[in-house]
Nanobody
Framework: QVQLVESGGGLVQTGGSLRLSCAASGRTDRRYGMGWFRQAPGKEREFVAA????????NYADAVKGRFLISRDNAKNTVYLQMNSLKPEDTAVYYC????????????????????WGQGTQVAVSS
């Protein structure tokens, strides 16, 4: 079992930046692919970004490419999402997710691939 706790959400103006963190605890001795998803009111949960266990491979949704950066520090069991040039349409609850993996290079982009989820952190971007 892995427990995930997100932090770093908040209210920011259009064009601003936020950095989300996701701290993992529990069975952190395994390899985990990590991802960020978001869900806006009345919408389905959507993929934002993912990173392989090694950190060498990443994948981004088209809507955030060039603005968001996912990274991880395995020594700290933490994954980050740096969000720049925020737009009102980025407003959502952001969730961190983890999936056990054998490889160090795989990335996972759909919610059903993930085994563990955090409780989410709210991001609101004002126009």
């Amino acid at each position: 079992q892995v427990q995930l706790v997100e932090s770093g959400g908040g209210l920011v103006q259009t064009g601003g930046s936020l950095r989300l963190s996701c701290a993992a605890s529990g069975r952190t001795d395994r390899r985990y692919g990590m991802g960020w998803f978001r869900q806006a009111p009345g919408k389905e949960r959507e993929f934002v970004a993912a990173i392989s266990w090694s950190g060498g491979n990443t994948n981004y949704a088209d809507a955030v490419k060039g603005r968001f950066l996912i990274s991880r520090d395995n020594a700290k069991n933490t994954v980050y999402l740096q969000m720049n040039s925020l737009k009102p349409e980025d407003t959502a609850v952001y969730y961190c997710a983890a999936v056990g993996t054998i490889t160090g290079y795989s990335v996972y982009t759909t919610p059903r691939q993930y085994d563990y989820w955090g409780q989410g952190t709210q991001v609101a971007v004002s126009s």
